[in-house]
């Protein structure tokens, strides 16, 4: 419910990030500006927030961090004023 409907697939960079962040782990990123690695890292956490505050709704066992933290680094704070 959290986690916005795009008309389109995730794009390439956030399939690649989003499995190995919902199985526990520890993610480094590093590609061009617009390529919505924002989207990449807030999913997880949107996805893990929904899942430890309804875990009747899903399947027992899932991977989870009970408070899961999202840390982005800019080389600018012009970059930083982009990020969502």
């Known amino acids: 419910k959290v986690v916005p409907q795009w008309k ?5 960079v956030q399939e690649e990030l989003v499995a190995p ?13 617009d390529d919505d690695k924002s989207a990449a890292f807030s999913i997880p ?8 505050s309804n875990p009747h709704l899903y399947p027992k066992h899932l991977p989870t961090r009970t408070n899961p933290v999202g840390l982005v680094v800019t080389p600018a704070k012009g970059l930083a004023n982009n990020i969502v």
Do not use: K, M, Q, S
């Open 8 to 12: 389109d697939r995730l794009r390439p």
């Open 45 to 52: 956490i949107l996805v893990l927030n929904e899942y430890n």
């Open 21 to 33: 962040i919902l199985d526990g782990e520890d993610v480094f990123c590093c590609t061009a500006t």
